[in-house]
């Protein structure tokens, strides 16, 4: 077992999430602590030398589960830690959509480039993935079931990454002062 870094301690916010959890298991065998906020008003009280957000409105699909769009969670929780990071000085990683020019106005994509755009003057690292393997598994029941309709000509291509590859890559970006200011993967 890696002894622990003293030099820095982690904090992952939405710990517990999809991409959370993974990052958390990343960290242990680096050696740095990490502690959890599942909220952006756990904020108020962590030192942490380095956050990595990893929360945001769920992209599964579902009725009745209080959803409240993009722009109305995660810009707001995004503005939260940023806000931490300038308190505390803590660098950020903060996971964000690889996307083409086309979509930047897609409701998911403009909430997600509002919160890199404010993290101008921040200490940190902008983690732009493809999609994740999880948001794309709440479509196989209704793939499954013929409920899927085709959207576009066929010609558009994905490549999802999975969240365990993902949070190493995060990880690396926490810990890496000499990593770019934004990566695409």
Known sequence: RPAHRTDMTALVIRAHGTLGAPVCSALAPRGV???????????AGYRAS???HCAGASLALGLGHGWRGYGAVDVPLGRAVIDAARRTGARLVYVAAHHPPALRRCAYVAAHERVVAEMAGVD????????????????LPLARRGLLVDVGDGRV??????????ARVVVDAALDRGCPRELAV
């Open 33 to 43: 602590p990490g502690r959890a906020a599942t909220r952006g008003s756990d904020l």
């Open 50 to 52: 380095v956050m990595i």
């Open 124 to 139: 940190g690292v902008v983690v732009r993935a493809t999609g994740f393997y999880a948001a794309f598994a709440s479509l």
């Open 157 to 166: 291509r994905t490549n999802p990454i999975d969240e365990a590859d993902l």
